[in-house]
Structures are given as structure tokens and as C-alpha cells.
């Protein structure tokens, strides 16, 4: 369902990251990621632009995030397969009758942080140039 939404975030790869954000309602919990890609990402009308990815119905998000890094950190890789530890929290869950979510997603930056989501959904919005 979401296939090629998560096949695009290679183009991410040494995008800048600008800003991770949690954001929970009443109703929900979203994860938003903001980045800059550099002008030749590989993907020509995401060169030199911001873009957003949404994270939405978050189930379950686990992430290391580390400070260490001098400047912006980068994107380095994704994945759909999570850690062990991640995978049975999730599946503890799950053991429990809350529904399995759609989006399996880890992220990890070159800092060596690290995201990994269970969610209902992901939106990519390629915005304005830098």
C-alpha cells in the first residue's frame, strides 16, 4: 500500500535533517521529519528541495537520537524491517488485539540515531527550494 512512498526515501540518502517532531493529540500521534536534499539526490525534482515526511496513527516509535554530531545530521538508510527488541514490543501489542498498523519504518541518520515506527500511514510532501 505504501510501497512507493518508502522506495522514495532513498533519495533521502545525505539529505539534511532539519527537525524531528512528535506530535500527540487527543486523537493521534504523528511523527514529522523535515529535510533538505542536496541539488543532485538522484531524484531531479526533489534536488535542492524540503521534504516532509509524515508519520501518521503512530502505534509505536522507538528511536535513539544521538547529539554527538557537529552541524546537521544526515539521512543515511531506511528499512522496513525493525529490530528484534522493537519488533516485540509491537508484537506484544498486537497479542493484545490493537490492530496491526500498515507501515513498518526505520530510519537511521549517519550520527548513528535512529528511528523505527510502526504506523497507519506515510505522506511525503516535496516543498519549496532551500
Known amino acids: 500500500m505504501y510501497e512507493q512512498?518508502?522506495?522514495s526515501l532513498a533519495y533521502?540518502?545525505?539529505a539534511t535533517v532539519e527537525e524531528i517532531t512528535w506530535?500527540?493529540?487527543q486523537e493521534s500521534r504523528t511523527v514529522v521529519l523535515r529535510f533538505t536534499c542536496s541539488d543532485d539526490c538522484g531524484k531531479q525534482e526533489w534536488n535542492d528541495q524540503?521534504?516532509?515526511v509524515t508519520c501518521s496513527d503512530v502505534l509505536l516509535c522507538s528511536s535513539?537520537?544521538?547529539g554527538h554530531v557537529s552541524g546537521h545530521d544526515t539521512f543515511d538508510s531506511h528499512s522496513v524491517?525493525?529490530?528484534t527488541e522493537v519488533t516485540k514490543a509491537l508484537e506484544g501489542m498486537l497479542g493484545i488485539g490493537?490492530?496491526?498498523?500498515n507501515v513498518l519504518l526505520r530510519i537511521a541518520l549517519h550520527s548513528g540515531s535512529e528511528l523505527q515506527l510502526a504506523c497507519d500511514?506515510?505522506?511525503?510532501v516535496v516543498g519549496s527550494t532551500r
Open 23 to 25: 506530535l500527540s493529540t
Open 12 to 14: 533521502l540518502h545525505d
Open 81 to 83: 524491517v525493525l529490530s
Open 121 to 124: 500511514r506515510i505522506d511525503i
Open 50 to 52: 524540503h521534504v516532509v
Open 64 to 66: 535513539l537520537l544521538l
Open 98 to 101: 490493537i490492530t496491526r498498523p
Open 5 to 7: 512512498q518508502i522506495d
